[in-house]
């Protein structure tokens, strides 16, 4: 998938947060390796997605090149298998 990546910031008082305890969340595991062919860079990504009381609900696998960029860049995405995900993190 090729995309444009904008980045964003916002600033939000700590008070002014919902309560996130109940919901689903993901933890995430990336790896990098910058500089490929000089103009992008490639980011693994593994989210494991938990349920509020810590039982894992499943995982999903992630390969992207990312271009140089400050508030905007090129990105190119796609989906891996767990085994594809483990050889290519294994070299990260």
């Not at 939000?12 to 992008?40: C, H, M, T, W």
């Not at 593994?46 to 990312?66: A, W």
């Not at 960029?69 to 995900?85: D, T």
């Amino acid at each position: 998938m090729r995309n444009t990546e904008i980045e964003r910031k916002f600033l939000i008082a700590p008070e002014n947060l919902p309560d996130l305890s109940k919901l689903v969340y993901g933890n995430l595991s990336q790896g990098y390796i910058r500089n490929l062919k000089g103009n992008f860079y490639y980011r693994l990504r593994q989210i494991i997605f938990m349920s509020p009381d810590g039982n894992c609900l499943g995982d999903r696998y992630f390969q992207t090149i990312k271009g140089f960029g400050n508030k905007q860049r090129k990105e190119y995405e796609i989906e891996l298998l767990k085994p594809q995900f483990s050889v290519f993190m294994a070299i990260v």
